[in-house]
C-alpha cells in the first residue's frame, strides 16, 4: 500500500494507524533519511543538503535505500510506503522491484489538503519538533515540490485504477475515520475504483 500526501497532510499519522489495522511494517521515506542525517551515517551526509532545502533527495540514492529497506525479512508479509514514489522514475522502480518480488499493489491512498491549512500546521510543527526543514522558505519549496511532481505519480496510479483520495483537513480521529472507510471500500470490494471522500462522507 502507498500512502502519499502533500507535507504536513499528516502521512505519519495515518501510516500508523493503517500499518497497525494490517499488521503491515510502516515505511516513510523522510524518516529514514531524517535518522540517517541524524547519524551521520554516510547515507544521511548524501541526502543532508537536499532535506535542509526542501528538495528532493536524487533517485539513485532513495531508490537503493528503499531496496534495502524491502529486502529486510518484516516487509515479507506487506508494507505500506509513506512518502514513496514520488517521482516517475521511482514509480518505475517500485514496480520492478514489486514484479521480481511477485507483488502487486492494493492501494495507493491520496491524502489531500488545502495548501494554506498546511503550511499553518506546518509553522506549527517547526516550533514543536524542531525540524529543519520546516522554515517557511524551505516548506514552501517543498509543497510546490509536491504539486508539480506527484501530480505525475497519483495520475499513473490513477489510470491503473487503485488510487483513493481521502481529506485530510480534520481532527486526526475524523480523517483516520475517512481512511479507514476508504480501505474499507477499496479491499472490501473486488472492482476497484477510484474513491473520493470529503468532509462529513462515510464517516
Ligand atoms: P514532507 O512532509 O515534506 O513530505 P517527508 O518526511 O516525507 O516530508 O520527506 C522529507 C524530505 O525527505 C523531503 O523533502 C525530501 O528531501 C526527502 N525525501 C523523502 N522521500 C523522498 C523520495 N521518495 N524521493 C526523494 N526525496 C525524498
Not at 521480481?100 to 492494493?106: F, P, R, V
Given at each position: 500500500m502507498l500512502l502519499i500526501g502533500p507535507p504536513g497532510a499528516g502521512k505519519g499519522t495515518q501510516a500508523t494507524y493503517i500499518a497497525e489495522r494490517f499488521g503491515i511494517v510502516s515505511i516513510s521515506t523522510g524518516d529514514i533519511f531524517r535518522e540517517n542525517v541524524k547519524n551521520e551515517t554516510r547515507l544521511g551526509q548524501a541526502a543532508k543538503s537536499y532535506l535542509d532545502a526542501g528538495q528532493f533527495v536524487p533517485d539513485s540514492v532513495t531508490n537503493a535505500m528503499i531496496r534495502e529497506r524491502l529486502e529486510?525479512?518484516?516487509a515479507d508479509k506487506g508494507f505500506l510506503l509513506d512518502g514513496?514514489?514520488?517521482?516517475l522514475v521511482q514509480v518505475d522502480y517500485l514496480d520492478e522491484i514489486l514484479a521480481a518480488k511477485g507483488y502487486e499493489l492494493d492501494l495507493v491512498v491520496q491524502l489531500t489538503a488545502d495548501t494554506e491549512e498546511l503550511v499553518q500546521r506546518l509553522l506549527l510543527r517547526a516550533d514543536r519538533?524542531?525540524?529543519?526543514?520546516?522554515t517557511a522558505e524551505v516548506i514552501r519549496s517543498r509543497m510546490e515540490l509536491y504539486f508539480t511532481q506527484t501530480t505525475a505519480v497519483t495520475s499513473r496510479y490513477n489510470e491503473r485504477g487503485i488510487l483513493t483520495e481521502v481529506e485530510?483537513?480534520?481532527?486526526i480521529p475524523e480523517v483516520t475515520s475517512r481512511v479507514s472507510t476508504a480501505l474499507d471500500l477499496t479491499l472490501g470490494s473486488s472492482s476497484r475504483q477510484t474513491t473520493t471522500l470529503g468532509a462529513g462522507v462515510g464517516v
Amino acid at each position: 500500500m502507498l500512502l502519499i500526501g502533500p507535507p504536513g497532510a499528516g502521512k505519519g499519522t495515518q501510516a500508523t494507524y493503517i500499518a497497525e489495522r494490517f499488521g503491515i511494517v510502516s515505511i516513510s521515506t523522510g524518516d529514514i533519511f531524517r535518522e540517517n542525517v541524524k547519524n551521520e551515517t554516510r547515507l544521511g551526509q548524501a541526502a543532508k543538503s537536499y532535506l535542509d532545502a526542501g528538495q528532493f533527495v536524487p533517485d539513485s540514492v532513495t531508490n537503493a535505500m528503499i531496496r534495502e529497506r524491502l529486502e529486510q525479512s518484516d516487509a515479507d508479509k506487506g508494507f505500506l510506503l509513506d512518502g514513496y514514489p514520488r517521482t516517475l522514475v521511482q514509480v518505475d522502480y517500485l514496480d520492478e522491484i514489486l514484479a521480481a518480488k511477485g507483488y502487486e499493489l492494493d492501494l495507493v491512498v491520496q491524502l489531500t489538503a488545502d495548501t494554506e491549512e498546511l503550511v499553518q500546521r506546518l509553522l506549527l510543527r517547526a516550533d514543536r519538533e524542531n525540524r529543519s526543514d520546516d522554515t517557511a522558505e524551505v516548506i514552501r519549496s517543498r509543497m510546490e515540490l509536491y504539486f508539480t511532481q506527484t501530480t505525475a505519480v497519483t495520475s499513473r496510479y490513477n489510470e491503473r485504477g487503485i488510487l483513493t483520495e481521502v481529506e485530510g483537513i480534520g481532527s486526526i480521529p475524523e480523517v483516520t475515520s475517512r481512511v479507514s472507510t476508504a480501505l474499507d471500500l477499496t479491499l472490501g470490494s473486488s472492482s476497484r475504483q477510484t474513491t473520493t471522500l470529503g468532509a462529513g462522507v462515510g464517516v
